[in-house]
């Protein structure tokens, strides 16, 4: 069974600061894919990254970046310099391989103040 | 390239009657899937659809189905609908090919959603 938890119910920062958001998750398969969701007031969840368990490297892109670590089965997000747009609900999902259920976190209110 | 779209977007029904949602997914995506949330329950997935099969379902009673069709554009319905039914339905669409190593099929595009409310 694959389970995601994000402890953090909500997070407030004022803009400019960075904001990062944990997320750990179980499962027993060795391949599966790992994404970060937003969902802003209007409720429409947005895509916004993707990891495969065989790709530890961690990137940025843009004010988005990830830390990926197998070992502690966490996947953390990061917005750099966050902006009242920011403002939303953000969401942990993990997929195990040929598998299209996405098991989610309870999700993270991210309040970005200005 | 156009999104995902659902509709209705918002809907009212009284218990015991029964609703169907419609989703279209992204163009040349073959794979749609429902997602149901709640304040309580969070995002559950309902079941996922690739080239008119279900491929896969969660845990919700048989009062839940779904199709979809030759286009790829995918129904669900909800009979004999109860209060707690009162959700967002949310769709994802997905290339839904099987994955090659760093390819993205399993990216899910999601729709804005149908707002149930039962009374």
């Known amino acids: 069974a694959q389970k995601v938890t994000q402890a953090q119910t909500e997070i407030s920062v004022v803009e400019k600061e960075d904001v990062t958001l944990d997320c750990v998750y179980e499962t027993r398969d060795t391949t599966y894919y790992l994404f970060w969701y937003k969902q802003p007031p209007s409720g429409e969840l947005v895509f916004l990254i993707r990891?495969?368990?065989?790709?530890?490297q961690n990137e940025i892109s843009g004010r988005y970046s990830w830390n990926f670590q197998k070992s502690t089965s966490s996947f953390n997000f990061t917005i750099t310099a966050s902006q009242v747009v920011d403002s939303a609900v953000y969401f942990c999902a993990l997929s195990e391989a040929l598998n299209y259920k996405l098991s989610f976190g309870a999700g993270t209110t991210v309040t970005v103040r200005a | 390239k156009a999104g995902v779209t659902q509709t209705p977007r918002y809907l009212i029904k009284t218990r015991g009657q029964q609703v169907t949602l419609s989703c279209s997914p992204i163009?040349?995506?073959?794979?749609v899937s429902w997602y149901q949330q709640t304040p309580g329950q969070g995002l559950q997935f309902l079941f996922e659809y690739f080239s008119e099969t279900q491929r896969n379902k969660g845990n919700f009673p048989g009062r839940f189905s779904g199709r979809q069709f030759s286009n790829s554009r995918s129904e669900m319905n909800v009979s004999t609908l109860e209060l707690g039914d009162s959700a967002l339905y949310l769709c994802?669409?997905?290339?839904?090919?099987?994955?090659?190593?760093?390819?993205?099929?399993?990216?899910?595009?999601f729709g804005p959603g149908t707002r149930l409310t039962v009374t």
């Open positions: 163009s040349g995506h073959r794979s």
């Open positions: 994802a669409s997905s290339l839904g090919t099987g994955g090659l190593a760093g390819s993205a099929p399993y990216e899910q595009y």
């Open positions: 990891r495969n368990s065989f790709d530890e």
